[in-house]
């Protein structure tokens, strides 16, 4: 059963092309959740600590964002003990072990690799959607959709 207060996801993504791709996966996920968006890692955090904002869901995370990236995005959301439980999925191109390893020992909650074809990128889009939105019981106990 779906909830009529569908929380949003909170994405932070810089690439308007990346950004649609997204609102497309979520589309045909057919799932009820709305998008919101940051494109620097100042914005993402402004929007989760704003007095009075909607927790959302879980925050989609692009690593390689102008100002104040990803990485130390994801630091300051697993410092804050407000955010510290909140789910962040890093969707990045980078492949790198490196990153993979930090953001795992930052506190992410899962890592993902941005497929460079289309149709993959969407297809695992629809999968992280279905996942975190459609079986995943966040640590408020609340539904997610």
């Not at 092309?17 to 709305?34: R, S």
């Not at 130390?72 to 410092?79: D, G, P, Y």
Request: with cysteine; aromatic share 6%; glycine share 6%.
């Amino acid at each position: 059963m779906l909830s009529r207060t569908a929380r949003t996801v909170l994405v932070l993504e810089d690439s308007d092309e990346d950004f649609d791709t997204v609102q497309e996966a979520l589309d045909q996920a057919k799932l009820p959740n709305a998008l919101r968006r940051a494109t620097t890692g100042d914005s993402c955090l402004e929007l989760l600590q704003r007095s009075g904002a909607p927790r959302p869901a879980f925050v989609l995370l692009d690593l390689n964002t102008p100002g104040l990236d990803g990485r130390e995005a994801l630091r300051e959301i697993r410092a804050d003990d407000k955010l510290a439980s909140l789910p962040v999925v890093v969707l990045s191109s980078s492949s790198s072990p490196r990153d993979v390893d930090a953001c795992y020992r930052a506190g992410a909650s899962a890592y993902h690799v941005k497929p460079t074809r289309y149709s993959e990128h969407r297809e695992l889009l629809i999968g992280i959607f279905r996942y975190w939105l459609g079986s995943v019981v966040t640590p408020e106990g609340k539904p997610v959709i």
